[in-house]
């Protein structure tokens, strides 16, 4: 079983920091791209960073310069680093990967930006 577990969501003030973790099991963690998505009730789910098994990232515009993903093979973990937050930022953020042919996502964590 293939499991992705996300943490580190909470609730800040705009220009805040949050840094989110996800947990992988189940995987040969090292082989597998990593992706955070994020979605606003209402809304389609939205990709906002990616990590290659090779350590190459991406970042949709409107995070770039604020947010920073990156990874550990030997904890099975990936993160994302949210700097600079900003009201619009608010949503759910999801753990993604693509295994054996198949999609995986963790339950998600709330990501609340208000003031």
């Known amino acids: 079983q293939v499991y992705l577990v996300e943490s580190g969501g909470g609730s800040v003030q705009p220009g805040g920091s949050l840094r989110l973790s996800c947990a992988a099991s189940?995987?040969?963690?090292?082989?597998?791209?990593m992706k955070w998505y994020r979605q606003v009730a209402g809304k389609e789910r939205e990709l906002v960073a990616t990590?290659?098994?090779?350590?190459?990232?991406d970042y949709v515009d409107s995070v770039k310069g604020r947010f920073t993903i990156s990874r550990d093979n030997v904890r099975s973990r990936a993160f994302l680093q949210m700097d600079e937050l900003k009201p619009e930022d608010t949503a759910v953020y999801y753990c993604?990967?693509?295994?054996?042919?198949?999609?995986?996502w963790g339950r998600g964590t709330q990501v609340t930006v208000w003031g």
């Open positions: 189940g995987i040969n963690f090292r082989l597998y791209a």
């Open positions: 990590i290659s098994s090779g350590g190459v990232k």
């Open positions: 993604h990967t693509n295994a054996y042919g198949r999609d995986f």
